[in-house]
């Protein structure tokens, strides 16, 4: 099993979990980002530079990832990705996706979409908290005792 992490747009509060995570379970942590990132030097912890673009490193993620492997991200196109490959998705705020719900919460995000797009104002995300950072752990911890 690896972890995969959109890390373009990944709180910082996420990445320093993701850190002791990799130490603690010597699981594999890859880092996809279209610009470097200071790293800590982990045998356990990777980075991987993709070109700068729409949708590069959610590509690059999406054709490395498999089954039984967990990806990182806030991008709900990813997450039906990544769970399409038998891989499960795990958001910033600690929502887990897998084949249960994705359709589902993909089908909310197209509609909200659509709404923004004909000028309806839906607002956006909250401002992300410790309370956020809390249930990811919660939520990321869950899933390693899983395996």
């Known amino acids: 099993m690896k972890i995969w992490v959109d890390a373009d747009a990944c709180p910082k509060a996420i990445k320093d979990i993701l850190f002791r995570v990799a130490e603690r379970t010597q699981i594999s942590i890859n ?30 993620i999406a054709e490395e990832c498999t089954e ?35 359709r589902q919460i993909l089908s909310l995000r197209d509609f909200m979409d659509t709404l923004r797009s004909g000028g309806v104002e839906t607002g956006g995300p909250k401002s992300f908290n410790s309370r956020d950072g809390s249930k990811f752990a919660n939520a990321l911890d869950k899933f390693i005792a899983q395996r």
């Open 31 to 60: 880092f996809v980002a279209n610009q470097w990132m200071r790293l800590p030097e982990s045998s356990f912890i990777s980075m991987i530079r993709v070109e700068h673009g729409p949708d590069i490193a959610d590509d690059k």
């Open 68 to 102: 039984g492997d967990l990806v990182i991200t806030a991008d709900i196109p990813l997450a039906a990705r990544a769970v399409e490959k038998g891989a499960l998705a795990l958001d910033p705020r600690g929502t887990l996706y897998d084949k249960n719900n994705i």
